[in-house]
């Protein structure tokens, strides 16, 4: 379920000029404050460009037009007009402000800093740039020192909503749940139509295992945002945790169709068919999936994970290449294309996929158990019970690693030994007439 999403602080439009004695530029700039507040920006632009062309020095047309280019998803035009009003006026500290926000928006998080740092400087007692400061810092991992400028938020206006909402978020990441979730509810009180509070607060309930009061949060936030695709995604999430698959599906379906550019609803449906055994919609999705982040490693690897299952080697072998491609040090892939390896009838191969898997995570019980019996499989007795000694180091009380020393004890003709793994297997807890009968068919982890 994906966690603390943040909430962004409003821009402020900056108001109407004077009604008496106004010039051209100024009743131009006034119509267009009239359709930006209608959210005509289409129209606002126009009427913008045309008092900036009677006064290119008007700072509050570049204000506002900004905020019609950044409604409209000009970012970068927005930037140029916000920082062109700053410069025509340096004092006017609304627009240090939402020029921080397209900041914010484009990803440039320090830039947004400077910005309100200085917004804060020309006005202290602004709840929204500190609440908006507080964002910043979150995206920035740094959730201590948005904490405290959220805390100057909330002193300023202890019915600032937006500031206790942010406040969770931060709370919930240096791990204080059970105040995270104090402030998502004061957050609800102030605004019961607060949907990224009820979404957050549904993940902290999560993390802290309340289910119900988790499904509870994310139902109303299917009420108020019938459209949110998120909030169709975490429902799912949820009905998933609970084993309630087919559910989550529907809502993973559901979520698609409000965003069919919805990457998590693809990746956590196809996950969802693939518990269901479902694999050739499984596919469907991770492919889809694919579509929209063709470098995910980690996509790769989940379909070739489904195409292992279905039994479609070749096409599974790809996907783990692939993913191997892009990232080299995933050992869960390297693990995946040595079974496939195997399951080919290569096994100098495997053996060389399962040796990369344990290079990357030395204590990977399965990649040395699946070597061990390859070695075992191509007679050499010696790597494979080396093998098992360390998984027997990892976990002394892994009961398949006696049985597989004790079935190369038995080629090896070391009765003794392979009766010490027989007992110790049975000490815990395994039938020793079933161990002593199937031991030659011990085969690899899947």
């Not at 990232?327 to 892939?333: A, E, N, R, V």
Request: hydrophobic share 40%.
């Amino acid at each position: 379920m994906r966690r603390g999403r943040m909430i962004a602080v409003a821009v402020f439009v900056l108001g109407l000029a004077a009604c008496v004695g106004i010039s051209d530029s100024e009743k131009r700039y006034n119509s267009g404050v009239k359709f930006l507040e209608d959210g005509m920006y289409q129209e606002a632009i126009a009427e913008f460009d045309l008092a900036i062309l009677t006064d290119e020095s008007y700072a509050p047309a570049y204000h506002n037009r900004a905020i019609a280019q950044e409604q409209l998803g000009r970012l970068s035009s927005a930037l140029r007009d916000y920082s062109r009003a700053i410069e025509l006026d340096p004092e006017l500290g609304l627009a240090y402000s939402a020029r921080a926000g397209t900041h914010t928006r484009l990803g440039d998080f320090e830039s947004a800093l400077v910005d309100l740092d200085k917004a804060i400087e020309l006005e202290p007692g602004s709840p929204s740039t500190f609440t908006q400061k507080g964002l910043a810092l979150l995206a920035l991992g740094r959730s201590q020192e948005a904490i405290t400028s959220l805390n100057q938020a909330i002193d300023l206006d202890p019915e600032f909503y937006a500031a206790y909402g942010n406040r969770g978020i931060g709370l919930e990441r240096i791990g204080e749940n059970l105040l995270a979730v104090a402030d998502y509810d004061r957050a609800i009180e102030l605004n019961p139509e607060y949907v990224l509070a009820y979404s957050n607060r549904a993940a902290t309930h999560l993390l802290l295992g309340n289910l119900e009061l988790a499904m509870s949060d994310l139902n109303q936030t299917v009420v108020l945002d019938p459209e949110s695709a998120s909030a169709y995604v975490n429902h799912g999430a949820v009905l998933a945790a609970t084993g309630e698959l087919t559910l989550a599906v529907d809502d993973y379906t559901k979520a698609i169709h409000a965003d069919p550019t919805s990457l998590n609803a693809y990746i956590n449906r196809g996950a969802a068919y693939d518990s269901l055994n479902l694999f050739d919609e499984a596919i469907s999705d991770f492919s889809s999936a694919l579509s929209l982040a063709p470098n995910s490693s980690a996509l790769h690897t989940n379909r070739g994970a489904t195409y292992l299952a279905q039994g479609n080697l070749k096409q599974a072998l790809a996907d783990f290449t692939e993913s191997t491609d892009l990232d080299p040090t995933s050992g869960h892939t390297w693990f995946n294309r040595g079974v496939v390896h195997e399951d080919l009838g290569e096994f100098e191969k495997a053996v060389d996929d399962y040796g990369k898997a344990i290079s990357f995570e030395p204590e990977n019980i399965d990649a040395l158990i699946n070597r061990a019996l390859v070695y075992s499989t191509l007679g050499e007795y010696p790597q494979a019970i080396a093998d098992v000694d360390l998984v027997v180091e990892v976990d002394p009380d892994y009961a398949k690693a006696y049985l597989v020393r004790a079935s190369v004890h038995a080629k090896l003709g070391l009765m003794s030994k392979y009766l010490d793994d027989i007992n110790r297997a049975v000490s815990l807890g395994v039938d020793r007439a079933t161990a002593e009968l199937n031991i030659a068919a011990i085969s690899p982890t899947p």
